[in-house]
């Protein structure tokens, strides 16, 4: 099986990541009547819990395992990259079972604590995956060591079908019985598992496929020299293995786990600004923040995400060389890709944020939550592509201070801010966090290595901004407010999301050439099939 580049790496990761997103977000839409309001709160609170788990059962070790099997794989030591990975599978049952058991038992005390006690129900149902999913990370982690990501991508395609299929299945079950609101919850919240089963599934056929074609490459250098074969010996005791896993992975669980500890944090919302509007709206708001503004925010940061996956091994590999000149080349690379493709659907999320709302659930209320969430993700794109870059620098110590800063920021920030905004606070010190972490970041990295986004192309990009700013918001005015040919929210919010998103996306490419933001240059750093299509549009910008 070759190994992938990491543009290819990461078209393969983005791909499965937007498959992933869309299916997900294609969940919550027929849950959402499912479910109703309550019961989307208690779906979101069990999943946050979830999502913030996860991090601590792998303990980062995934990342851990990338960097450490790309440096093997580099340095020719191949069996010893082996004994790393069987090391990782090992922490994975153990970290399984001590996270899932008492997760399991606490559930009740927790749900109770965060005025969501029907969410015992639901925590309880997804907890089992939290036993299947440190295995699967692991293998995720080790094939991208190996620099070999669909296997990583179709497993969450799978995963995320088999997660879709059984929650709203079991739901509708739930619902036709006539069980309550917490056990529908439960059983959307079980499609987890499936999910997991789905998901490990995959990946053991394609180990098993990874496996005989190593065998093959193994008989093919069977005669390879005394010297090469020495160096190839493992040299490194169980011990050595998993202090080095663990030196690496308690910063990386730190950064991996950031954003969902921000989002769990959120958990607490309804019982900071219950005192202001009543449980009832509080619940209600927080079901807005985190069962559809969440979902939504999660879109922009697709492409970032997929870049920090294949980033890391590749940095760590160019670095572990030395060649700093690659690592910073490989740096522009990857936040220049992140930048451009994270802005348009950011934009298209903010300015139609309520037909978008309209459309996916079941009404336009909480569309101002998901606009202002959504505009702080690029932030959310530069920590993540700026951590990763550090992370394969091995500079851990830093990036993870840096993190715990934005943290602070994101707790001092909700429970100050609170007060004054409600649950908007909460939404608020969220793009503080990331606006935080992100610029120490950049700051500490512009230090370490040469490397630059859009260079001196600011001002281009800051008209190409303005532009698709008012185009794009005029069009949503217009469209709310005149265009409603069918009398149906449904219809009219998909043709109104429809328009912004025309507007922007043949706006935003067309501007980006014309103010040189990009140039021929980058434009050859770029696949095929979007070369073609940046070449269709230079053509189009000097007729």
Known sequence: MAKDSLLKGTLILSLAALVARVLGIAQRVPLAYLLGTAGAAMF????????????????????????????????????????????????????????????????????????????????????????????????RGYFQGRQMMMAGGISQIVEQFARVGTSVLLAAIFLGLGSGEDWIAGGASFGGVMGAVGALAVMMIYMRRLRRSDKAAFRETAAASESVRRAAKPAMSTKAIYASLLRLSIPIVIFSSAVAIVYFIDSFAIRLVESHVGLELATKQYSWLAYQAQSLAGIPVIFATAISQSLVPVISSAHASRDMAEVGRKASLALRLAVLTGLPVIFVICLAAAPINGLLFTSYEGWEMTALLTAGTLFQILMMTSGAILMGMGRMKPLVGFVLAGIAVKIIGSVILAEWFGIYGFVIATGLCFITASMLNIAYLRREVHFSVVGARWPGMIVTIVIIAAAGGGAAYFSQEWLQPFGVMKLDALLQAIVVCAIVGVLYPVLLMATRVVTKGDVETFPAPVRKLIGKVQRLVRR
């Open 44 to 139: 979101a609170q069990a999943n946050n819990v979830y999502l913030m788990l996860l991090p601590l059962a792998t303990a980062g070790i995934p990342s851990a395992l990338s960097k450490l099997v790309s440096e093997k794989i580099a340095l020719g030591r191949r069996e010893e990259a082996e004994l790393i990975y069987r090391a990782s599978l090992k922490f994975a049952v153990v970290a399984g079972l001590v996270i899932t058991v008492p997760l399991f038992i606490a559930a009740p005390y927790f749900a109770d604590y965060v005025k969501v006690p029907g969410s015992a129900v639901a925590i309880r149902a997804i907890a089992p995956a939290l036993l299947l999913f440190p295995i699967i990370a692991m293998m």
